[in-house]
């Protein structure tokens, strides 16, 4: 596996801990969140031929790269996160794959976030990162993949949607609590209590420039989501064709495009 950055932490982390802490964090805000995974994957694989590049934005931990290196054997997929504490898990987590794996510490929200990736690719996933964009933020990605995505390349997320009644929003968020509860399968530590126990283990707790990178550094993003309609008119106008919605739970969904 290639870093172009190389991150410096410390060398006795358990990392399999922190990362298998990161799953179950995450499990449990997201319902249904194998499937979700498990449906990026097979839609990549049954629709994209050949894919020997796919680009993962906000890939965090590596828990959707880790499966797509799975599923397509002979691919390389790239990782980008601005986070430099968690790119250090994905490195533990992708280490097996060698190469095949590549991680970029980069942020979207600067022009040149690309500068490290291949002239193009053959598929883009995101799994729960791009609602902390803005809406301009996010329709400059969508103008920057469409420049990156090889003709009938596909670009599939994973991602909070909102709807634009007001009423069927609040229905929807409370049908989504109800299902947490449902599904939850052990009492999961929330989002803060996560960032402060390993923020503490790493050093970095107190140190206010880092933490609040870590955990607030996305300002002004849509937590809830924005509605399909916008994003499929963003993709049209990016020169996407095709937007679809492959999947929907509620606040959630599963949409995309083909370039």
């Known amino acids: 596996m290639s870093t172009t950055t190389p991150l ?75 986070d430099p504490v968690l790119l250090p898990l994905a490195q533990r987590r992708l280490r097996p794959y060698g190469t095949r794996a590549r991680l970029i510490l980069a942020d979207l929200r600067s022009e040149d ?58 229905f929807w968020e409370q049908n989504r609590d109800e299902m947490r509860r449902v599904e939850a399968k052990h009492d999961g530590e929330d989002w803060e209590v996560f960032w402060e126990a390993y923020t503490r283990v790493l050093g970095l707790s107190g140190k206010r420039r880092v933490t609040e990178r870590v955990i607030g550094g996305w300002d002004g993003g849509v937590e ?14 990016s020169g996407f064709s095709r937007p679809e919605c492959f999947w929907r739970c509620d606040c959630d969904a599963v949409y995309g495009a083909f370039r």
């Open 8 to 82: 410096q932490l410390p060398s006795n982390i358990p990392w399999q801990h922190w990362v298998e802490r990161w799953d179950r964090m995450q499990e449990r805000y997201l319902v249904r969140r194998t499937e979700r995974i498990q449906l990026l994957v097979g839609l990549v694989r049954e629709t994209v031929s050949p894919v020997e590049r796919v680009l993962d934005l906000g890939c965090g931990t590596g828990s959707l790269m880790h499966p797509f290196l799975d599923a397509l054997p002979e691919a390389e997929i790239y990782g980008i996160d601005f």
């Open 113 to 170: 976030w690309r500068a490290q990736l291949p002239a193009s690719v053959d598929a883009v996933i995101s799994g729960t990162a791009l609602h902390w964009l803005t809406e301009a933020q996010l329709a400059r990605v969508y103008r920057q993949l469409s420049a990156l995505l090889r003709p009938d390349g596909l670009f599939v997320n994973a991602d909070h949607v909102a709807s634009q009644q007001p009423q069927v929003q609040k």
């Open 224 to 237: 809830e989501g924005l509605p399909l309609a916008w994003h499929f008119a963003e993709l049209k106008a």
